[in-house]
């Protein structure tokens, strides 16, 4: 692809990223920030004071992923609109997108616990590993294997639970 581009052919992928399809993305990528924020600083907290302990620790910690997740969805966005506005050029971008660290993200908490969190909750965290999805997509795309910056580490089975653990014995301190 970068073969193309260097022999003045137009990319595909350069244009979606400038295009009304682009913009839509990124009107949803940030307006799923924002409701997030409002859920989590307001209904979001009132239902975690319900929960039972176990489940109130899945909730912190996916809580926790899922801002994470949202603020790498955020710096992707706003970088790629940057290029497409002219305020970066791709290079300047590529050399802040190393410090995104857009990697792939899943649930931690296990089936039968996440099903007991607010389904307000589990709603928009299913709406971003979707949003998520879509964009490290787009981003491969944009950015060959070459560009990237390596992926995240290899998922380990118990990883979930001792997540779980950690912030069980922190919650008592």
């Known amino acids: 692809m970068n073969e193309l ?3 003045g052919a137009v990319s595909f992928v350069d244009r979606l990223a400038m295009s009304a399809s682009f913009q839509s993305l990124f009107h949803e990528g940030m307006a799923l920030v924002e409701e997030t924020a409002i859920y989590l600083d307001g209904a979001g907290r009132e239902e975690a004071k319900r929960l039972s302990r ?10 926790m992923r899922l801002t994470t997740r949202l603020m790498q969805i955020a710096s ?11 305020e970066l ?3 300047e971008a590529a050399t802040e997108k190393r410090k995104v660290r857009l990697t792939e993200q899943q649930v931690s908490t296990g089936p039968d616990v996440f099903e007991q ?10 709406r971003s590993l979707r949003l998520q999805a879509r964009i490290l997509h787009l981003d491969r795309l944009l950015h060959p294997a070459g560009d990237q910056a390596p992926q995240a580490r290899a998922v380990r089975p118990l990883e979930p ?3 779980l653990l950690r912030a069980a014995f922190a919650l008592g301190e």
């Open 5 to 7: 581009r260097n022999q």
């Open 54 to 63: 176990i489940v109130a620790l899945a909730y912190a910690t996916e809580s």
């Open 76 to 86: 992707w966005l706003l970088l790629q609109r940057a290029v497409n506005e002219g």
């Open 89 to 91: 050029t791709q290079g």
């Open 117 to 126: 969190l607010p389904p307000r909750l589990t709603a928009i965290i299913e």
């Open 161 to 163: 639970q001792l997540e």
